[in-house]
């Protein structure tokens, strides 16, 4: 009976101590791989460690606060990189895609060049994308359809490529597409007439041509469509109507359409013809210096240090607990065991034959 007993406590025992070695590592590992994850993420963002010396890599959790513009969701997972306006000059590194907790990413107004990776349509939980005022070249990678929880999606004023993915359209959630002042070519994709919460479409300042889709006046909650200086020809959807002022679309001489003043009214070789391409006409009344960054709404201003503190300080003392708890009971079973241990040893050299049948 004894014997029996203190089989189970050496069990309870090993559990225990096997529970000590496992849990803290299994708790802090999460943490240690997002280190090493912004560390990658900054020695490309920041090449000369200029801006970002407050990502250490000794660094345990950054979740502490010691991370600039690094904030945590409750579960100690980085939830948002908030670096507009640091002076960033490097690139975005595919690796951020392994940060896939993020909700917000935020590197405006930074100087970063190169292409938008990929590997950001990782990013399931992304609602905000904003990488607007830098100097990224390159296309739209279409995988961005593939995150369906964006809802915005700021990519103006820097020097994109290509045409827009036909793909944009599955952005279910979609709230605000900024693509203005870029190097963007080919037709506007009617799949945008698919998005369901489009609020704004700024597409302006770039080298679309073709016509305008008719399914882009579809989306119901759409106040602002911006087309300006493009090469957009034919008939313009009497249904953008509806939009009044928010509708702009100056610039495009070769435009058509009834009640769209200063527009001519269409003409048979308007709808034969609509994809004539053309230089910018003459005669412009230059609209572009006064009407520049037409304030792209960030509505995202964290101040990091203080994101997480509370949900931290929780979390720590939960893991403090913890480990008291399990030291006590490890203490208390050790006692216990050796204490029985003793007292069988007594018995059992007592009794040496019916322990010996016992145990069989
Ligand atoms: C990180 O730790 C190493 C060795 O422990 C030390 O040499 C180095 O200066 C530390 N770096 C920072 C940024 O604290
Ligand atoms: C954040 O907000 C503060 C004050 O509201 C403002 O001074 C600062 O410029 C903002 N930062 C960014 C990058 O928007
Ligand atoms: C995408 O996310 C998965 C986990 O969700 C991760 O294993 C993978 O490495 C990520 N891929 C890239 C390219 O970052
Ligand atoms: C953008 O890149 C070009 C060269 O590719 C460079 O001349 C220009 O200064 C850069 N602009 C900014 C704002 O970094
Ligand atoms: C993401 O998008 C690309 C291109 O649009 C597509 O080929 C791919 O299957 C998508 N991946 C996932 C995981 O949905
Ligand atoms: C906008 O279009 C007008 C007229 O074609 C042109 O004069 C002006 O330079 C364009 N602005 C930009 C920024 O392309
Ligand atoms: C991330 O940023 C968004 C937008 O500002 C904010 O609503 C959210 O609370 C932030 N999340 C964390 C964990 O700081
Ligand atoms: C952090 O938040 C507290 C209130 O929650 C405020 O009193 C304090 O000034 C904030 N600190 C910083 C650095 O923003």
Not at 150 to 155: A, E, G, K, R, S
Not at 309 to 318: D, F, L, R
Request: net charge neutral.
């Amino acid at each position: 009976m004894a014997d029996l007993f203190s089989h189970l406590l050496l069990s309870l025992l090993l559990s225990f101590t096997l529970l000590l070695t496992l849990l803290p590592p299994a708790l802090s590992q999460i943490s240690t791989t997002e280190v090493s994850v912004l560390m990658t993420i900054k020695a490309s963002l920041d090449p000369q460690d200029l801006y970002l010396s407050s990502w250490s890599p000794n660094a345990t959790d950054p979740c502490d606060g010691s991370f600039e513009g690094v904030a945590c969701n409750e579960h100690g997972r980085v939830a948002n990189i908030s670096l507009q306006g640091k002076g960033l000059t490097g690139q975005i590194p595919p690796e951020i895609g392994r940060l896939n907790s993020l909700s917000g990413l935020y590197l405006h107004f930074n100087q970063l060049n190169g292409v938008v990776p990929k590997a950001i349509a990782n990013l399931s939980e992304l609602s905000d994308l904003y990488l607007n005022v830098n100097n990224l070249t390159g296309d739209i990678p279409p995988e961005i359809g593939n995150m369906s929880n964006l809802q915005v999606l700021q990519l103006c004023y820097n020097k994109l490529s290509g045409s827009i993915p036909t793909q944009l359209g599955s952005l279910k959630k979609l709230d605000v597409l900024a693509l203005q002042y870029n190097r963007l070519t080919g037709a506007i994709p009617a799949s945008l007439g698919d998005l369901g919460m489009l609020t704004r479409l700024d597409l302006s300042f770039n080298n679309l041509f073709g016509s305008i889709p008719v399914k882009l006046a579809d989306p119901p909650m759409l106040e602002v469509l911006d087309i300006r200086n493009n090469t957009l020809s034919g008939n313009v959807p009497p249904g953008l109507k509806r939009l009044n002022e928010g509708f702009q679309y100056a610039n495009n001489p070769d435009l058509c359409g009834v009640g769209f003043s200063p527009l001519k009214v269409c003409t048979a070789d308007d709808n034969l013809n609509p994809n004539k391409p053309e230089p910018f006409g003459p005669g412009s009344n230059g609209l572009a210096k006064k009407d520049i960054p037409e304030s792209v709404n960030f509505r995202s201003n964290c101040t990091q240090t203080n994101c997480s503190n509370q949900s931290k300080t929780s979390k720590i003392a939960v893991i403090f607990g913890a480990i008291g708890v399990i030291a006590v009971l490890t203490v208390t079973g050790l006692f216990i065991f050796s204490w029985y241990r003793r007292r069988k040893q007594k018995i059992g050299s007592a009794f040496d034959i019916s322990d010996g049948r016992l145990s069989t």
